[in-house]
């Protein structure tokens, strides 16, 4: 759950979020009015989250990802019992 939001959620929130946050700390300084949500760049956030995430599915992907070369073989059952997946070590002839 934690790693779906960490990767997913965060990264398609976060330009929205900095962006209101922005736009708060901009009209702290200015005449205090309220936000225009018809006037906010949707579009633009939007594909910016897209963006975001993107890049950090390929970066945990690239940097998380396993480099053992072999065969993985799935978790199965034998005897009754599950043995867990593995990757066995490919055979140089």
Do not use: K, N, Q
């Not at 225009?36 to 992907?61: D, E, H, K, Q, Y």
């Amino acid at each position: 759950m934690l790693r779906e939001l960490l990767t997913l959620v965060v990264p398609l929130v976060l330009p929205t979020l900095l962006y209101l946050l922005w736009l708060r700390l901009l009209r702290w300084t200015e005449a205090a009015g309220s936000v225009s949500w018809r006037g906010m760049p949707w579009v633009w956030l939007a594909a910016s989250g897209v963006v975001l995430a993107g890049l950090v599915l390929f970066v945990v992907t690239v940097h998380f990802g396993t480099a053992t070369p072999g065969t993985y073989v799935p978790p199965h059952v034998e005897d009754g019992r599950i043995v867990p997946g593995r990757i066995d070590p490919a055979r140089r002839p």
